[in-house]
């Protein structure tokens, strides 16, 4: 199968490269359009939970993250086209939602080497993604060397 656009969801940890060179590898030989979100975790910014008060500074600042992140994977994707998206919203969510506007055929992400406790704490935007999405998705793991 050919690929037309394949959305990369990066987090902008240190997995987030591997994350991208997986995904235009695969573009290169397809083709295929880009696109790139990070999604911008309201809950992150909440001062009081009980109330949901947003710390307005804190918005600012995730917000700056997050457009730093973007901009240092554009880095990575000249030669392509490119299509950017920076939605506020639970990430695995938002990565389903925007891959199902744009028209994706393809979401590659990343997954964390995370604990069975931690994943049920905190759960895993790439199970989640998996679980919901009606197009092929691509998870490139994390490598821990022991």
């Known amino acids: 199968m050919l690929y037309k656009k394949i959305l990369i969801a990066i987090d902008g940890g240190h997995h987030a490269n591997a994350v991208i060179k997986t995904a235009l590898e ?9 696109g790139l979100i990070h999604v911008l975790n309201p809950a992150i910014a909440t001062v009081n939970l009980e109330v949901g ?25 000249t030669g392509f086209t490119l299509t950017e998206f920076l939605p506020w919203g639970t990430p695995g969510t938002e990565i389903l939602n925007v891959a199902q ?7 590659v992400l990343g997954t964390h080497a995370q604990t069975r406790l931690e994943r049920f704490f905190m759960g895993s935007v790439a ?20």
């Open 26 to 34: 695969l573009a290169k030989v397809t083709h295929a359009e880009i």
């Open 53 to 77: 008060m947003v710390n307005e500074t804190m918005v600012q600042v995730i917000l700056k993250q997050g457009e730093n992140i973007i901009n240092n994977a554009v880095k990575h994707c």
């Open 101 to 107: 506007d744009w028209g994706a055929d393809l979401i």
């Open 127 to 146: 199970e989640h993604v998996v679980n919901r999405c009606s197009v092929s998705v691509l998870v490139v793991p994390e490598r821990i060397e022991k």
